[in-house]
């Protein structure tokens, strides 16, 4: 029993950390919320390369195909970076649910092809089609009247080279495909979060960029739902302690009746409340990388408590930011609302608190919470 | 990063297993907090003792196995899954033995932790007073030189004291420098509560059972070696326990999730109602966050990291998860949850009463709070 990170993963942590904050400062978001579509594709594709040049998109892919060939333990201190800067590129979708899929379907020539624009050329991974619910993922996917597949909300198609896109049939299950960029039509999506990259896109079906069907596709989409939750829980921890930073912060220089209104009990214990939540969803969410990284049986049951604790932990520090820094947070000059925004997104995404909640307690009688 | 435990711990864990099976007694001890149900548990712990399993943590010569953190924490997963009794004498194994063990003479351990890992001298907690309860620093019992011998008279009056009632010694902190200002001039004192002018007044509590009670100090004489820690140090002596108290040793992760799994069971057997799920899976998710926690933390010690004030984060998570998860238990014994069984609340019941104390003791979550605002993000003291 070592719950804790080695020397190397706490370095690897720092250096992403440091990167963000050097080339990715909450000026450099508000530039990018307020950037032309051009302007926005030019500054992702130079931050991409930055994380590219870190190995950060490759992580989890072995080394014998271009990867770092390191683990999930390593990967949740970097999102949990990409968090803290509320970084817009989808390097959760990239790194943590799309290159480790495509790299365990190798040799398939479509997963070569896709790992190579990931690898080769820089470009990012765009995901969509799978939902997660109280019955498990589900699929947004639907046919439309042209033959065309639909699938709503895909994340970083704007910027990627190859989309992971899953659909469910009600008869023959899941299909899971990697279709290039160029054979899509995308529809990009006005969302509140300006800096999150979401599509509606329409995709061929075609064997060609078939990657896995029936039970086998079934048992990628549960792992990419695993990864996603347990990954989008690494996002709003970073998240989560940014807003408590922030907060925080202000309270100490924000005066009233004469002195720091963070001297107030009464602010001092909303702040107290969200660092709380915040302190015990850490240790879940890096258990559920470590169960991630060893293949535990309970892998699910642990992203799902992951992404129950850090949803409800970053959606309380987004509360509590904003009512510590009263009117001016609700503006749109205050920086806190980037990452509020990005915290109400996530929270939800891959399955919010209570459905996550809801997965826990059907698995409850099937594995014992003690050693027995 | 490795979540499981190695052969030696998995051994370590067989061993306490079935030492409890074989142990731990068939039907639940008459309640602590009665004068039968107090000297039933002390026989407990002199079986415990008996075989090394009351203080494990602890080294040899004073009755442990001098086994590190991570072991400690397998034998209380153990322990409650035993269902084994409450530990009469925790008050003194995981409060001030802690503090002992840092700040007391070689006489001083020798002298006292063997009687106290073998239960024959139980200990109760002598901090608060009827004015000094979050403001602890408030104290003012105060102890002056005995002028006709090479020791102290204790003066004045404690209360909230756990076991207090029948309790043989009592740990407690008393102003030894009347001019010194709040957290200093205060002395960590050892106290046979047998010693003349030491008066008890038995207190009931909500359940009608004496737990604790006030503690009445008149002209008391101890001598220079029943000081834990330098004369005037006593502030910064009695923090090492209260950082035990709140933090890893007196509410160990195991206590939690056990009750959270028969919670999972308690939810089953009423047929799981739609309208308690969501509070069920909160409650046992809860209490698996703080188990892991708890093993975060442990590691960083096993590496010879301090807990800090941390320490206040955990004692509100801990204390406030209890009361969830006992709620959540009456809820769904509904209208079953008032009865007494036998006239004593049934275990349910019980566990909500004890419970609900929690975010009052060991520092109220209150102050916790403001320490967790001040010390972990840094605000302004009010």
Known sequence: MDFAFDEEQDELRQTVRQALARQFPVAALREFYEASPDGRATEARARWSMLSALGAPGLLVPESAGGLGLSDVDLVGVLEEAGRAALPEPLLETAALAAPMLATLLPAPSAAAALAALLTDDAPLAVGG?????????????????????????????????????????????????????????HPTAVLDQARDLSTVQ??????????????????????????????AA??????????????????????????????????????????????????????????????????????????????????????????????????????????????????????????????????RRAPLSPR | MDLTFDAAHEEF????????????????????????????????????????????SWPIEYGGRDVGIMEWLIFEEEYYRARAPKRVSQNGIFLLAPTMLEYGTAAQKERFLPPMAAGEEIWCQGWSEPDAGSDLAGIRSRAVRNDGGDGWLLTGQKTWASRGAFAEWCFGIFRTDPAAERHRGLTYFLIAMDSP??????????????????????????????????????????????????????????????????????????????????????????????R???????????????????????????????VAIHETALTLLGPEAELLEAGSPGEWLDGYLFSLAGPIYAGTNEIQRNVVAERLLGLPRG
């Open chain 1, 130 to 186: 799978i939902d997660v619910g109280v019955t498990g993922p589900s699929s947004p996917t639907t046919v439309s009247a042209d033959g065309m597949l639909r699938t709503p909300r895909v994340v970083g198609a704007r910027d990627a080279g190859v989309y992971l896109l899953a659909a469910r049939d009600p008869d023959s299950g899941w299909q899971l495909h990697a279709v290039p960029a160029e054979a899509c039509a995308v």
């Open chain 2, 13 to 56: 864990r067989a061993e306490a297993r079935a030492w409890l099976s074989a142990h731990v007694p068939r039907e639940p001890l008459p309640s602590l907090d009665t004068a039968v149900g107090f000297e039933a548990h002390r026989e407990w712990e002199a079986t415990l003792f008996a075989d090394r399993w009351s203080v494990v």
């Open chain 2, 292 to 322: 892991l926690h708890t093993y975060w933390t442990a590691s960083k010690v096993a590496r010879g990291h301090t807990v800090g004030p941390e320490s206040s984060a955990n004692k509100i998570f801990w204390s406030e998860t209890d």
């Open chain 1, 235 to 364: 996002y709003l921890v970073g998240l989560a302690d940014r807003m408590i930073t922030l907060a925080a912060d202000y309270a100490k220089e924000r005066q009233q009746f004469g002195k720091p209104i963070g001297s107030f009990q009464a602010v001092k214990h909303l702040l107290a409340n969200a660092r709380v939540k915040l302190e015990f969803a850490r240790p879940a969410t890096y258990r559920a990388a470590w169960s991630l990284a060893t293949a535990q049986p309970t892998v699910s049951r642990d992203a799902s408590m992951a992404k129950a604790l850090a949803s409800d932990a970053a959606d309380l520090a987004a509360r509590v930011a904003l009512q510590v820094h009263g009117a001016i947070g609700y503006t749109w000059e205050c920086d806190l609302h980037f990452f509020m925004k990005r915290t109400w997104a996530l929270s939800r995404a891959w399955g919010d608190a209570a459905t996550h909640r809801h997965l826990v307690l059907a698995q409850a």
């Open chain 2, 197 to 290: 002018g030491v008066t008890v007044r038995p207190i009931p509590q909500i359940d009608g059972e004496t737990g604790f009670a006030e503690i009445f100090f008149d002209g008391v004489e101890v001598l220079d070696n029943q000081v834990l820690g330098d004369v005037g140090t006593g502030w910064s002596v009695a923090m090492s326990t209260a950082g035990s108290e709140r933090g890893l040793s007196l509410r160990s992760p195991a206590r939690y999730t056990e009750a959270a799994a028969r919670l999972v069971e308690l939810f089953d057997q009423a047929g799981r109602p739609a309208g308690s799920a969501d509070a069920v899976a909160r409650a046992y998710i809860d209490a698996e966050a703080y």
């Open chain 1, 203 to 232: 995709w061929p079906l075609s064997a060609d960029t078939l990657l896995a069907y029936g039970v086998a596709a079934e048992a990628s989409v549960g792992l990419m739902a695993d990864r996603g939750a347990a990954g989008s």
